[in-house]
Every structure is written in C-alpha cells, then in structure tokens.
C-alpha cells in the first residue's frame, strides 16, 4: 500500500512541474496514445530562432506563421498542443535543461507571409525547407560555425548517417571524413546523450538534447565576426579593410595570395597593387573564444593596366610622313615604332618614315611586357598612300607633206620627264618632255602613236600611257 502511495505521489507531482512550465490557458496535454512525435531538430531551430532572433517581430510579420494547433512533444516523452500564438510564447519561455521540446507531430499547416497561402508541412525534410527559405538558421549552420571555435566532441560519439543508419566515431579524423562524405543539405542527427568540451577551458559538458546544444551555442563567445571590404581604386589596384574591434589578445594576420602580413604592418586597411589575374586576400584572427581561428577572404581580379598608346600623323612629302606619339600616356614604359610588322625605330617621340610608293601601310607604336602589362600593347593606324599620276597628253601638228610635230602636255608634274614615243609600237624617239617630237610618217595613212613616261615615278610606279591616231592624208 505504501508503494501505491508514493508512486501516486510521483504521478502528481511530475503533472505539477509540467503544467507549471506552461500557460495552461493556450496549451493542452492531449492523450499521448493518439499522438505520433517525430524528433525535429528543425522545430528545436525554429524555436529557438523565435526566441532570439524575431521575438520582438509580430507573429504576421514574420516569414510564415502556424495555424493552429499544433502538437509538440517533449525530453520526457510528453505532449503539448498549441493552440496561438500566445501558448508558442509560453513554451518558449517554459524550456529548461529537463523540460524541452525535442519534435513536433506532422503534418503541420503555415502560412507563408510572402504569398499569403496556406501550405501543408509534411516532414521534417519540407520544415528544414522552409526553415532555408526563410533565413532561419538550422542545427548544421550552427554546427559548421562553432564546432571546434567553442566545443569539440569528447569521442566517442553516435550519430545516424544520410540513411539513418547509425555510426560510431571515436576520433577527429572519423568524424571528418563521416560529415565530408554527407549530403550538403545533411543534418547532424546526433544520438543522445553526446559529451563535448565547450570554451578554451575545455570544460566536459553533455548534451541531451539539441536545445542543449543551442544552449551552448547562445552562451557561446565564439569567433569575431567581420568582413573583408573592397573598395577597387582602378583595374588592378584595391583597398581591403575590415571593421571590427581589435583587442589586445588578439593574433591577426592579412594573407595575401597565400603569403602571411602581420596586422600591425597593413592595419585595418591598405590598398595594394596586383599583376593581372587572380588574387585572394583572407584575414585570419585567433582569440581566447575562438582558439582555432577564423578565416575570411575575398577574391579579387586584376585586369591589365597597359599604356593608353596613341599618336598622330603628318605628310611631309607625297612619301615622308612623320609621327608623333603621345609620351604622357605612355609614361616611362619602352616602346617602339613599326611598319607593318617590321622594326623601324627604337622609342622616340616623333618617328619619320619614307614609304616606297603607293599602298597601305600599318604604322604601330609598341610597348613592351611589364608587370602589370604582361603581354604589352600597342596602337596602330593605317597610312593610305593613293596612287598620283601625271596627266599625260599629247597633239599632233601638220608641217609639211608626212611630216608632224607631236607636241606633248603633262600635268602634275612640275619637273621634265623623259618620254618615250612609238608609232605603230616601233620606237621612232626619247626626249624630255619639254621637247617638241618631229616625225615623218612617210606615206599617207592612219598610225597608231603613243607617248609613255619612261622615268620611274614614286606615285605612279606602272607608269603612264596615251595613245592616238593620227590620220595623214
């Protein structure tokens, strides 16, 4: 009979503490019999996102809301349902080391802020969607950012795989290559009780549930938390610089390209000067709170920085040209002049060229590689020379019987030329073009005579013709 008693008095007082937790004007405690609990580290997430994060946020501002009721379950195998807001509150603020919520009963119905519908949460698998969707952090994101900066596992530790199969890990290195080898949008799904060391103390804490593992995570230092901003100052030149609280017990180092620069050379911020390509800058800190350090970087592409090459040019002559390089944009990189891919002349401001005759010719002005320059540039422009040949003309004049003067007229040449004359394509004189040419045709009749420039002109290198007929009657 005293067995009966005190196992009564057990029962009674197990009820007190729990509705005790709890506002008892928004929740319930249903017959467990009829209810299906499906451990959720998602809801765990949730809830406690909802008491840090967005706890001053109106529950119709916030990304998605429930509609009621939901069942939650609990560390000791009881129930809860939910039925506003108010009694999600009164959970929240009713958790505790021995009384927390470990899952929830699907399916579940929100309400998605964004788009105004209802929709059914079938799943733990759905509720870590939405939980991604909206911004909420899950237990692997909190994992990832403080395992081994504020706990590490006091090994061995259990935990089910991508197949729910479960694995024990005994060290470091089995535990790396097991979470190496999971699904990116893998949970840690831990088998409880697991023990950690948490802070630089190393201090042996064991974790029941995930709201314990939150617990640590809340109370947890941690790593400093900053950014890398860059500011780019021209194409291959950028300011780094970074905004958070340095402390004296801090260790902070700059790694540029892998090459490490103590914080007290480079500060806060610095601007530097990069060969084209690709680089990364990364700040390392080490803290008491964050013993292995955190890394942040950023990459960065510089393009070339080549010269702005660029000249003008001016016709000397018919075949001289001169060109003059802007030197203020090329600076004190070396350069040279070409023609149509042939060296002509090493650096200089102004470069004169004689061009052989008419034609187009490309004239370049070339730098050299450089650093920031690394397969060097140049300008080039297009010298078009147009072909210029005299007009050659002649008459032809009656002086007696068979005998002609041939009289011939050339424009656009100031000086003489030697001209060569034929009737009939047989030679009959060469004389310079100033003179008169006399000939006797001989016999009546109709001949065929044409004058031809015999010098070689620059502007008109196949030469000039004219022919005509001359009727002797």
């Given at each position: 009979?005293?067995?009966?008693?005190?196992?009564?008095?057990?029962?009674?007082?197990?009820?007190?503490?729990?509705?005790?937790?709890?506002?008892?004007?928004?929740?319930?405690?249903?017959?467990?019999?009829?209810?299906?609990?499906?451990?959720?580290?998602?809801?765990?997430?949730?809830?406690?996102?909802?008491?840090?994060?967005?706890?001053?946020?109106?529950?119709?501002?916030?990304?998605?809301?429930?509609?009621?009721?939901?069942?939650?379950?609990?560390?000791?195998?009881?129930?809860?349902?939910?039925?506003?807001?108010?009694?999600?509150?009164?959970?929240?603020?009713?958790?505790?080391?021995?009384?927390?919520?470990?899952?929830?009963?699907?399916?579940?119905?929100v309400l998605i802020k964004a788009t105004g519908q209802s929709t059914s949460i079938q799943n733990e698998n759905s509720l870590l969607n939405l939980l991604n969707d909206c911004n909420y952090t899950t237990v692997r994101e909190e994992f990832d950012r403080l395992f081994?900066?504020?706990?590490?596992?006091?090994?061995?530790?259990?935990?089910?795989?991508?197949?729910?199969?479960?694995?024990?890990?005994?060290?470091?290195?089995?535990?790396?290559?097991?979470?190496?080898?999971?699904?990116?949008?893998?949970?840690?799904?831990?088998?409880?009780?697991?023990?950690?060391?948490?802070?630089?103390?190393?201090?042996?804490?064991?974790?029941?549930?995930?709201?314990?593992?939150?617990?640590?995570?809340?109370?947890?230092?941690?790593?400093?938390?900053?950014?890398?901003?860059?500011?780019?100052?021209?194409?291959?030149?950028?300011?780094?610089?970074?905004?958070?609280?340095?402390?004296?017990?801090?260790?902070?180092?700059?790694?540029?390209?892998?090459?490490?620069?103590?914080?007290?050379?480079?500060?806060?911020?610095?601007?530097?000067?990069?060969?084209?390509?690709?680089?990364?800058?990364?700040?390392?800190?080490?803290?008491?709170?964050?013993?292995?350090?955190?890394?942040?970087?950023?990459?960065?592409?510089?393009?070339?920085?080549?010269?702005?090459?660029?000249?003008?040019?001016?016709?000397?002559?018919?075949?001289?040209?001169?060109?003059?390089?802007n030197l203020e944009s090329i600076g004190q990189t070396s350069f040279q002049w070409t023609v149509d891919g042939i060296f002509a002349q090493e650096g200089g401001g102004t470069f004169q060229f004689t061009f052989l005759g008419p034609g187009t010719y490309e004239v370049c002005i070339e730098t050299d590689f450089t650093e920031f320059c690394p397969e060097g540039?140049?300008?080039?422009?297009?010298?078009?020379?147009?072909?210029?040949?005299?007009?050659?003309?002649?008459?032809?004049?009656?002086?007696?019987?068979?005998?002609?003067?041939?009289?011939?007229?050339?424009?656009?040449?100031?000086?003489?030329?030697?001209?060569?004359?034929?009737?009939?394509?047989?030679?009959?004189?060469?004389?310079?073009?100033?003179?008169?040419?006399?000939?006797?045709?001989?016999?009546?009749?109709?001949?065929?005579?044409?004058?031809?420039?015999?010098?070689?002109?620059?502007?008109?290198?196949?030469?000039?013709?004219?022919?005509?007929?001359?009727?002797?009657?």
């Amino acid at each position: 009979m005293r067995k009966i008693l005190k196992h009564i008095s057990f029962i009674v007082l197990i009820t007190s503490f729990v509705v005790s937790c709890v506002d008892d004007e928004n929740v319930d405690f249903p017959d467990t019999s009829q209810t299906v609990i499906v451990p959720s580290s998602g809801i765990v997430s949730l809830l406690n996102t909802l008491k840090s994060r967005i706890a001053n946020i109106p529950e119709e501002e916030q990304c998605f809301r429930f509609q009621y009721p939901i069942i939650l379950g609990y560390n000791n195998d009881s129930n809860i349902t939910i039925d506003n807001y108010s009694g999600l509150q009164s959970v929240l603020s009713g958790q505790s080391e021995n009384f927390n919520v470990t899952g929830i009963q699907f399916p579940i119905q929100v309400l998605i802020k964004a788009t105004g519908q209802s929709t059914s949460i079938q799943n733990e698998n759905s509720l870590l969607n939405l939980l991604n969707d909206c911004n909420y952090t899950t237990v692997r994101e909190e994992f990832d950012r403080l395992f081994r900066q504020c706990f590490i596992f006091d090994y061995p530790i259990a935990i089910l795989d991508n197949n729910q199969t479960e694995v024990l890990l005994n060290t470091e290195q089995e535990f790396d290559e097991f979470y190496a080898n999971q699904a990116a949008s893998y949970q840690p799904d831990f088998q409880f009780p697991i023990d950690v060391l948490v802070g630089p103390n190393a201090e042996s804490t064991t974790i029941n549930t995930y709201f314990d593992f939150y617990e640590i995570a809340d109370n947890c230092v941690g790593c400093p938390q900053t950014e890398i901003a860059v500011t780019t100052v021209n194409p291959n030149t950028f300011t780094f610089s970074t905004d958070f609280e340095v402390k004296p017990e801090y260790q902070i180092t700059w790694i540029i390209d892998n090459v490490p620069f103590d914080f007290g050379q480079l500060g806060n911020s610095f601007t530097r000067v990069f060969a084209p390509g690709a680089h990364s800058v990364c700040i390392m800190i080490i803290s008491p709170d964050c013993p292995l350090g955190i890394e942040i970087c950023e990459e960065v592409t510089a393009e070339t920085d080549c010269p702005a090459l660029s000249f003008e040019q001016n016709s000397l002559e018919p075949l001289l040209y001169e060109f003059t390089a802007n030197l203020e944009s090329i600076g004190q990189t070396s350069f040279q002049w070409t023609v149509d891919g042939i060296f002509a002349q090493e650096g200089g401001g102004t470069f004169q060229f004689t061009f052989l005759g008419p034609g187009t010719y490309e004239v370049c002005i070339e730098t050299d590689f450089t650093e920031f320059c690394p397969e060097g540039t140049s300008f080039c422009r297009s010298v078009i020379i147009e072909e210029n040949c005299p007009d050659l003309d002649f008459t032809s004049e009656p002086e007696s019987g068979t005998l002609y003067s041939l009289i011939p007229s050339i424009r656009g040449l100031q000086n003489d030329v030697n001209l060569i004359w034929t009737v009939d394509d047989i030679f009959i004189d060469n004389q310079i073009s100033s003179n008169t040419v006399t000939h006797d045709f001989m016999a009546p009749g109709t001949y065929n005579v044409c004058v031809r420039i015999q010098d070689i002109l620059s502007l008109c290198p196949d030469g000039v013709e004219i022919c005509r007929q001359v009727v002797v009657p």
